[in-house]
């Protein structure tokens, strides 16, 4: 959901930034460590961090040893959360990808989340004698949200663009990986709400019949029926999911060849991360 | 067009998804620029995509209507003015064109339901739809391969699986491949139940 901290928590730990990690919503509970020894790093918010009941940072990497407790509770500050382990998790990619699609039970580990009793499956089982690495967390900045417009703008008529654009927008509790429902200012179509389906990515802010937006998130379908107004940036999807309900949500519209700049500088930031820490160096493409 | 992408040696494109009037093309733009992207599709579409209509495999599929429940088809049967008995032989008696699958892995939306059994969606969309749902809505039909939501109709459930992890190809159904509804009773659709979907392939003409 937050392609920048799961790069992040990879860095810290010496991993590829696409290496595969354990994501959390809210919180990730209690881990026993199983392996001899391994280097870990929890990243995306404050999340609350013991050891064996000892309070320990985020955004810090960590050897732990066998028999040892990491509890990760909750942040104020994040929704989804990233424990990364040096080498990476034992996971067979389906379909080019180790991602765990759970709605469908696809890919990942068993194609579920993992339960109390389950054993991660580690490639490595003993840590480096490397020194921990940290870095300093920026805080999510309250900006507003890049949108390319369209592809289906013109069901909206002059009036419901502007207020789109000058509207603020609350997160709801309607939020999962596949969509995020917001509240707030309702939109008119001007051409009815129904398209013949066509394509969606990640980051399109569909407007059904109800007239109040639904951003898709990751786990989007691959087609959709209700008109598109805008598609935000990749860049800012990240942030986006880690707004908790109540947040605030303002839109800004870019355009394509903006967009492309905003890419450019996302990706680099997140080689300069890895580079600063010392990890392998960011393909600049194919993110996941 | 996606033929032709495929067939191509444009670079950058990740991946690609056709629907019913557009083409979604996924792209990278570190390894091609948006306009050199619509030059090289421009080019594509010069040399003429000789568009024509794959021949199809085709599939017979059996339906055990009114299952897992009758609710659905007496409600499209009392919006549509049929019997129970009549919605069943219309939707069982028209041949169905897969458009594109999607939206959830596997799933074939299908053109070619019958004017009479047109009907708007349902205002709210029903979580928890279960595989091998056969449902209607709008002017199309499909099948369900997961679990999901919908706001369409159900009139019946096949044995027959359209996504299957483990095999060589998990998505059953292609573009382009026709599809006939066969009524089965309930007790028929459990024994066909667990057969690979190559079984419900009609045969060569």
Known sequence: MDRMSLA??????????????????????????????????????????????????????????????????????????????AG????????????????????????RAFQ????????????SGDPERAIDASPHQDAPYCVVMGPQDDYFDDASIGAFLAATYRVTHQMDRMAYRLDGCI????????????????GCIQVPGSGIPIVLMRDAPTVG???????????????????????????????????????????????????????????????? | LDRAIAASNIPGIIETAPSFRSLLIIYEPETIAADAL???????????????????????????????????????????????????????????????????PGLPVLGGLPPTLHLPRRPDPRPGIQAGCVMIGGMQGLIVPVTMPSGWYILGQTPLRCYSASADDPFLFRPGDRIRFRAVTAREADELSGLPGEEFLDPEP
């Not at chain 1, 939109?187 to 969606?200: E, F, M, P, R, S």
Request: glycine share 12%.
């Open chain 1, 187 to 202: 939109l008119k179509h001007a051409k009815g709400y129904n398209i013949i389906t066509d394509g969606v990515v990640p």
């Open chain 2, 38 to 104: 619509v030059d090289e599709l421009g080019k594509l579409i010069a040399q003429g995509l000789r568009a024509r209509i794959v021949a199809g495999r085709s599939w017979t599929v059996p339906v055990a209507y009114g299952s897992p429940t009758d609710a659905d088809l007496l409600e499209v049967s009392a919006a549509t003015g049929l019997s129970r008995e009549e919605v069943v032989a219309v939707h069982s008696s028209a041949e169905y064109q897969v458009y594109f699958v999607g939206f959830v």
């Open chain 1, 116 to 127: 109390p009793g389950d054993a991660v499956p580690l490639r490595a089982e003993l840590a």
């Open chain 1, 8 to 85: 992040i928590a990879n860095a810290l730990v010496g991993n590829r930034p696409t290496e595969a990690a354990l994501e959390f919503a809210h919180a990730a509970g209690e881990w026993q460590i199983d392996a001899p020894g391994c280097r870990v790093a929890v990243s995306g918010g404050s999340f609350a961090i013991t050891v064996d009941g000892v309070a320990r940072a985020p955004f810090s990497s960590m050897t732990l040893t066998r028999g040892q407790r990491l509890h990760i509770g909750g942040a104020s500050n994040a929704v989804w959360g990233y424990l990364a382990v």
């Open chain 1, 88 to 111: 990476g998790l034992n996971i067979t990619p389906q379909f080019g990808s180790r991602s765990t699609h759970v709605r469908t039970g696809i890919g990942g580990w068993n194609g």
């Open chain 1, 225 to 288: 029926g209700y008109p598109k107004i805008g598609v935000i940036v990749e860049a800012d999807l990240g942030r986006l999911a880690q707004q908790r309900p109540g947040a605030s949500v303002r839109f800004q519209a870019v355009s394509h060849v903006e967009a492309q700049v905003i890419r450019q500088r996302f990706l680099a930031r997140m080689q300069i991360i890895a580079e600063d820490l010392g990890s392998p160096r960011l393909p600049l493409s194919r993110p996941g």
